[in-house]
């Protein structure tokens, strides 16, 4: 601050910045937003959900070891950074249940001096939470970053069927359910007119809801392979545990232990019933839907619609329920337990 004095009076002045000073100032702005870029940037934000190119996942032990991807893991020369066990949300495969339930056999299995390492993102970035949580629930498609991947595909028809039924009745949906088709008919063959018909595809975007075109496959890989054997070793490679949605509970109680290697007296078969409950009482999420997939009747003239949009949909589920067996009779094995 300068002071002058003019005519008997005293001003302030202030002084005019230097080239000096505007550089600094350059200079900090320019580090703060390479800061806030380096934290909140995730590589999957900017490609538009598409799945990577099959890659072979580690096989690790359970990731309380697990705290960093391996350079072999990482050969794209980009910043490694820790996603162990990764559970790829597929929407509408009950994701919300295997949180709530997987959380709760953490509680009870963890020891008083440990932090839970269970968390659940949404869709927000991965790499946000690489410091924070060992086992990462995410409604994100697979991803490469991942040491142990993990999801649970449901039957075809209920999906689609649940997939309707959110977009029209769920609380979580209510404000865009005007946007939908007036029957299930409706959408079901708008859809089905998209199948080879892009143009057809980008207009339906005015319903606000699922493309339920092979939409489960669409989320693991980029493209479901012919060959069936070499398929299958796809999913092996890709996935610790990928599991049907009918085998719910099994499912939770596998991923639980191939996650943490411990074996929580809920999941055993031969544990008492009320030592089950956990398992089988506990937040069941509905969104509010008064119709289910599982239950409602459709008419064959739907079910034809249904299957001409998940002819993949409809072989990813067989051959995840012909690798969860083997899944899980490696798992029973290793451990010891008849798993419920």
Same mark, same amino acid.
């Given at each position: 601050?300068?002071?002058?004095?003019?005519?008997?009076?005293?001003?302030?002045?202030?002084?005019?910045?230097?080239?000096?000073?505007?550089?600094?100032?350059?200079?900090?702005?320019?580090?703060?937003?390479?800061?806030?870029?380096?934290?909140?940037?995730?590589?999957?934000?900017?490609r538009g959900y598409h799945s990577p190119s099959p890659t072979t996942l580690s096989r690790n032990p359970p990731l309380y070891?697990?705290?960093?991807?391996?350079?072999?893991?990482?050969?794209?020369?980009?910043?490694?950074?820790?996603?162990?066990?990764?559970?790829?949300?597929?929407?509408?495969?009950?994701?919300?249940?295997?949180?709530?339930?997987?959380?709760?056999?953490?509680?009870?299995?963890?020891?008083?001096?440990?932090?839970?390492?269970?968390?659940?993102?949404?869709?927000?970035?991965?790499?946000?939470?690489?410091?924070?949580?060992?086992?990462?629930?995410?409604?994100?498609?697979?991803?490469?970053?991942?040491?142990?991947?993990?999801?649970?595909?449901?039957?075809?028809?209920?999906?689609?069927?649940?997939?309707?039924?959110?977009?029209?009745?769920?609380?979580?949906?209510?404000?865009?359910?005007?946007?939908?088709?007036?029957?299930?008919?409706?959408?079901?063959?708008?859809? /089905?007119?998209?199948?080879? =018909? %892009?143009? !057809?595809?980008? +207009?339906?975007?005015?319903?606000?809801?699922?493309?339920? @075109?092979?939409?489960? /496959?669409?989320?693991?890989? =980029? %493209?479901? !392979?012919?060959? +069936?054997?070499?398929?299958?070793?796809?999913?092996?490679? @890709?996935?610790?545990?990928?599991?049907?949605?009918?085998?719910?509970?099994t499912a939770i109680c596998t991923i639980y232990i191939q996650f943490s290697g411990r074996v929580p007296a809920e999941c055993?078969?031969?544990?008492?019933?009320?030592?089950?409950?956990?398992?089988?009482?506990?937040?069941?999420?509905?969104?509010?839907?008064?119709?289910?997939?599982?239950?409602?009747?459709?008419?064959?003239?739907?079910?034809?619609?249904?299957?001409?949009?998940?002819?993949?949909?409809?072989?990813?589920?067989?051959?995840?329920?012909?690798?969860?067996?083997?899944?899980?009779?490696?798992?029973?094995?290793?451990?010891?337990?008849?798993?419920?």
């Amino acid at each position: 601050m300068h002071s002058m004095i003019v005519s008997g009076t005293s001003r302030t002045t202030t002084p005019t910045p230097t080239r000096r000073d505007r550089a600094v100032k350059v200079v900090f702005v320019i580090g703060f937003l390479a800061l806030f870029i380096n934290l909140a940037w995730d590589p999957d934000d900017f490609r538009g959900y598409h799945s990577p190119s099959p890659t072979t996942l580690s096989r690790n032990p359970p990731l309380y070891e697990n705290r960093q991807l391996s350079n072999q893991e990482n050969n794209n020369n980009t910043k490694p950074f820790r996603l162990g066990n990764f559970y790829l949300h597929i929407s509408k495969t009950g994701g919300w249940n295997v949180y709530q339930k997987m959380f709760a056999l953490e509680e009870s299995q963890r020891q008083e001096e440990e932090e839970s390492r269970i968390c659940e993102i949404a869709q927000g970035s991965l790499k946000r939470r690489k410091l924070s949580c060992d086992f990462v629930f995410s409604e994100r498609r697979y991803s490469k970053y991942a040491n142990r991947a993990y999801a649970v595909v449901r039957n075809p028809r209920d999906h689609v069927l649940s997939q309707y039924f959110h977009c029209t009745e769920s609380r979580d949906h209510r404000y865009n359910a005007h946007f939908m088709p007036s029957s299930l008919d409706e959408w079901l063959e708008a859809w /089905t007119l998209a199948l080879d =018909n %892009e143009t !057809k595809a980008e +207009e339906n975007k005015q319903f606000h809801c699922y493309d339920p @075109r092979n939409y489960q /496959t669409s989320w693991v890989y =980029n %493209e479901l !392979k012919e060959d +069936e054997s070499e398929d299958l070793e796809t999913l092996k490679h @890709r996935f610790a545990v990928i599991a049907p949605f009918d085998r719910m509970d099994t499912a939770i109680c596998t991923i639980y232990i191939q996650f943490s290697g411990r074996v929580p007296a809920e999941c055993i078969c031969s544990s008492k019933e009320t030592e089950r409950k956990l398992i089988h009482d506990k937040h069941d999420a509905t969104h509010g839907v008064k119709h289910h997939g599982s239950s409602y009747n459709t008419t064959s003239e739907q079910d034809a619609l249904i299957e001409k949009l998940t002819t993949d949909d409809a072989l990813l589920y067989n051959r995840t329920v012909e690798l969860f067996k083997g899944t899980l009779k490696k798992t029973e094995e290793e451990y010891g337990v008849k798993i419920c």
